[in-house]
């Protein structure tokens, strides 16, 4: 399985633990939606590290 697929299917439950905790009030909606902004900038990050490491090897 390639690297990013895995690392996509490690963060996927990532996502919907913040989801959760959002919505169940854990966490205010802010910080809930600043906290799923960077944690979708390291995904995309992340892939683009993989896609160039990829590309050059």
Known sequence: ??????LIWFLL???G???LLTFAG???G???AVL???LAALVLIL??????QRATS
């Open 1 to 6: 399985m390639p690297r990013l697929q895995v």
């Open 13 to 15: 439950p990532l996502f």
């Open 17 to 19: 633990l913040l989801a």
């Open 26 to 28: 854990w966490i205010s």
């Open 30 to 32: 802010a910080v809930g």
């Open 36 to 38: 799923f902004l960077a």
């Open 47 to 52: 892939a683009v590290i993989a896609v160039r």
